[in-house]
């Protein structure tokens, strides 16, 4: 079995639609979402439609909850608060029904599956904490019920694995890409980076394929038009450093 796991799509169609290209190519059986498909993009309504059309497990985002409930954004920086009150503005109804079903945490389980798989949005126990360091990432090893986990929200590509006899996980940032060999008897959280708004110094964008039979998850790095979504931004009036950040992968 051959996951495509995607992560912070923001609303960015033309890095959905290069991810979805590649992820075709490198062929995958199916996709997991791990939320925040909405938000700082112009193209709410198009993502959540692809997304719907993936018929995917999903989670529930932090982004995703504030494009549906009023109240939430009043966490966000005022570049994000103005990107979801846009958002708010023109997602159509069947896609608000959409995100409002989500749920903040799910488990993979199946007797296909050598691993069970626990996906959620910031933490296992917290889908708005940001986990970034070994420490952060204990919380999640705590709470979950499997060995496999993954995570987004930090839009960084990333693993941290916990073996047993050990005190504090072991940490590999993968801003380049790069893969993880999974092994027996040993922990995993990983961030497949983010589709839509890498923050890890890499402006190309990022997803994972976890292939169950060589357990392995590969975090691969991707070229797509940068510009024709900064400009887009720029037409529906999103503000400018929010564009200008995807330049730079901040
Ligand atoms: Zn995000």
């Known amino acids: ?144 019920n499997t060995p496999l986990i993954f995570f987004g929200h930090t839009h960084y590509a990333e693993w941290f694995a916990l073996g047993a006899d050990v005190v504090l996980p072991m940490h590999q940032p993968l801003p380049e890409g790069g893969s993880c060999k999974l092994k027996p008897n040993v922990a995993y959280l990983i961030n497949p980076g983010a589709v839509g708004q890498p923050r890890d110094g890499n402006p190309q964008a990022s997803f994972a394929v976890y292939d169950t039979e060589a357990a392995l998850v590969e975090i691969c790095r991707f070229d797509y038009d940068i510009q024709r979504t900064q400009e887009q931004m720029h037409e529906v009036g999103l503000p400018e450093p929010m564009a200008m950040r995807l330049s730079l992968g901040i």
């Open 1 to 144: 079995m051959r996951y495509g796991i995607i992560s912070d799509i923001h609303a960015n169609l033309p890095a959905l639609e290069r991810a979805l290209e590649e992820l075709d190519r490198l062929v995958v059986d199916t996709f997991l979402c791990l939320g925040d498909i909405v938000g700082y993009g112009a193209w709410p309504n198009e993502c959540c439609d692809i997304v719907r059309e993936l018929d995917c497990i999903c989670v529930r985002g932090n982004h995703d909850e504030a494009a549906i409930r009023p109240g939430k954004e009043q966490w966000f920086t005022s570049g994000a608060r103005a990107c979801i009150l846009w958002t708010r503005e023109i997602l159509s109804q069947e896609n608000a029904d959409f995100l409002r079903a989500l749920e903040p945490l799910r488990e993979v389980v199946s007797d296909e599956l050598p691993l069970g798989i626990t996906l959620c949005h910031g933490s296992v126990p917290d889908q708005d904490f940001y986990t970034t360091t070994a420490a952060d990432a204990v919380y999640s090893f705590q709470a979950a």
